[in-house]
């Protein structure tokens, strides 16, 4: 059918065939429209996934709505007269073929047999079985995986505490050679302090020697000045005898006599 010799379609009962030759309806939007059946307008199509306002303005010029009965699975209302002769030849059809399908439906099925009871309880416990079966066969695989990795995780545990131990090994021997520097810095250390104590005396005696030393030169100082005080009277006593001894010079020199002619 040519987009040109449109007729108007019902989307109640419409194929999907029917719905691809609408413009702009593809064929997943037709199976989404024919899964939504039944539709009561044309704005109840808006519910239809991807279906917009303007897409549903391009199809509604062709497009007829019948009223439709709700009985658990939707059956449109047949048309008769007028209606049905002015239906396209794909209509028809459809419309036959869904009268044909909810009249199987209302005809009914068959009893279930016991045969077939059984087979159905045989097939659901072979089904139980089989899962149960399918499930303990993975518990074992993650079972042994598990068992596998833990081998692996156990030696790759035992690698590390091996080399942990040789380092520990080591560490200690360091230790060791750390603490014997450490007693040689402390006989050292015992040295320093006895030479210390030694200094320590040998400044006090410097300093008692100094000591000693400032008081004789003090000493020194006083006699020093005592022996300058001394040499003044000496020199005093000496100019004394002196002015004496030029006294006695004086008094007892001999008298010089003079001849007379």
């Not at 899962?131 to 074992?140: E, G, K, R």
């Given at each position: 059918m040519e987009k040109d010799d449109l007729h108007q379609i019902n989307p109640n009962i419409a194929a999907v065939a029917d719905l691809v030759v609408l413009p702009g309806i593809g064929e997943n939007m037709a199976q989404r429209i024919v899964a939504g059946q039944p539709y009561r307008s044309p704005e109840d199509m808006l519910r239809v996934k991807g279906l917009g306002p303007r897409s549903l303005e391009r199809i509604r010029p062709f497009l007829i709505f019948t009223k439709v009965q709700d009985r658990g699975a939707s059956m449109p209302e047949i048309d008769t007269g007028s209606k049905s002769a002015g239906r396209t030849p794909s209509e028809r059809r459809t419309l036959e073929q869904r009268l044909s399908g909810f009249g199987a439906s209302l005809s009914g099925?068959?009893?279930?047999?016991?045969?077939?009871?059984?087979?159905?309880?045989?097939?659901?416990?072979?089904?139980?079985?089989?899962?149960?079966?399918?499930?303990?066969?993975?518990?074992?695989?993650?079972?042994?995986?598990?068992?596998?990795?833990?081998?692996?995780?156990?030696?790759?545990?035992?690698?590390?505490?091996s080399q942990m131990d040789t380092q520990l090994a080591n560490l200690e021997a360091g230790l060791n050679s750390i603490d014997s520097r450490l007693k040689a810095v402390e006989g050292l250390s015992g040295r320093m302090a006895t030479l210390e104590t030694e200094f320590d005396l040998v400044q006090e005696g410097v300093d008692q020697a100094i000591t000693e030393v400032d008081q004789l030169t003090e000493q020194v100082t006083a006699v020093s000045d005592e022996v300058t005080r001394i040499s003044g009277k000496v020199n005093l006593f000496d100019a004394f005898l002196e002015g004496m001894r030029a006294l006695m010079a004086d008094l007892f020199a001999p008298v010089e006599t003079t001849s007379s002619p």
């Open positions: 099925s068959s009893p279930i047999t016991t045969q077939v009871l059984w087979l159905a309880i045989i097939t659901g416990a072979l089904s139980v079985i089989l899962s149960v079966i399918l499930s303990l066969a993975i518990l074992v695989g993650i079972n042994r995986t598990l068992n596998i990795e833990r081998h692996a995780a156990v030696r790759e545990l035992r690698s590390e505490f």
